[in-house]
């Protein structure tokens, strides 16, 4: 198996709910995985079906990881982790779970004869290119069975780690990428994604994929009002995207689904204590700010006289930019593997 070969102490083994076996519990002895668990799992099924409620311009979604150790503030995915008996605040950053059959699993399930070749989105949940997919190396079998497959797929990610694949992903049918750019500012950027890639070489690799003739736009998301939302801040972005000839540029409002909200309004409460009357008054009513705040932040990635450009639903299937709040899009992946996608 590809991971035997990793230096790994195994700690122990845990049950967790939804998978028949217990799951080998091991840790890195990297700096980047310090007090980090991961959970090794051999999941019965990975497509997961997209519900028609959320809207969403693909039907089948693949993530080999839950839990993720970006550790993003405001991560839509936290409340996932409730599911498996965890937390969404430190859990979902320390204790991941891994999918160590995904590839074999999802070859077999591309190879049905029911299957229709249907748009495969990744990313949409947790980042298939976090940092651990560095040493379990997933993905690259699971590029190769949509290839084998003639499935169409996409990516979303934070991480220029997806360029070690880049020779793989050129031959999966109608391939796009996305990569997240919520900002270029350091103070931002590790404030709210300390553990992500540098903002610059999430851009590089932007650049690189489209050199390489990858279609890869950008999502400026969140924008979280008084954090990452001046017209300075997204501009900087959008010219960045444009020299690195970026094919889709957009931007979304924070969202603070279930247990996202209080932790997010914890942070607030630790790091920018000035802005937490602002956002108790933004989000008062629920998971989403008042539709003028959402239409002024989204505006701020289409300035006047600059053609606004579609996400293609963010993971690259044809599609219209949606509104959150209007297209029913929920926060991740649900029990029995049924997923509801990114917005």
Request: proline content about 9%.
């Amino acid at each position: 198996m590809r991971w035997d070969v990793l230096e790994v102490d195994e700690d122990e083994s845990r049950a967790l709910p939804g998978y028949r076996e217990p799951a080998a519990v091991r840790t890195f002895d990297a700096p980047e995985a310090l007090d980090t668990r991961f959970y090794e799992v051999r999941s019965k099924s990975v497509l997961n079906r997209v519900p028609k409620r959320s809207q969403m311009p693909f039907e089948w979604t693949v993530n080999p990881y839950r839990g993720c150790t970006h550790a993003c503030t405001f991560c839509f995915a936290r409340p996932t982790h409730t599911y498996l008996g965890l937390n969404a605040g430190r859990d979902f950053e320390r204790e991941i779970i891994v999918k160590v059959n995904a590839p074999e699993v999802l070859r077999a399930e591309l190879g049905r004869p029911s299957w229709k070749r249907q748009h495969v989105a990744m990313g949409t949940n947790t980042d298939p290119y976090q940092w651990v997919e560095g040493r379990y190396r997933l993905m690259p079998e699971i590029w190769q069975a949509l290839i084998d497959s003639g499935t169409p797929g996409s990516i979303l990610t934070k991480s220029p780690l997806l360029l070690r694949d880049i020779d793989l992903m050129k031959q999966v049918p109608g391939i796009r990428a996305n990569l997240s750019i919520p900002t270029m500012e350091e103070k931002a950027w590790r404030a709210t994604e300390p553990h992500t890639p540098s903002p610059m070489k999430r851009m590089e690799a932007v650049a690189e994929l489209n050199r390489a003739g990858i279609p890869c736009g950008i999502l400026i998301a969140p924008l979280m009002p008084g954090i990452n939302d001046s017209p300075e801040q997204v501009a900087r972005i959008i010219e960045l995207a444009d020299e690195a000839g970026a094919v889709d540029i957009g931007g979304i409002a924070l969202h603070l689904r279930g247990e996202v909200k209080g932790l997010f309004f914890d942070w607030l409460r630790h790091n920018r204590p000035d802005l937490l009357p602002r956002y108790q008054r933004l989000y008062a009513r629920g998971a989403y700010a008042p539709a003028q705040e959402r239409e002024r932040l989204a505006k701020l990635a289409s300035p006047a006289g600059r053609p606004r450009r579609s996400l293609r639903g963010i993971a690259g299937a044809p599609a219209s930019e949606r509104d959150p709040a209007r297209s029913g899009g929920a926060a991740g992946e649900r029990p029995r593997e049924e997923q509801q996608s990114l917005f």
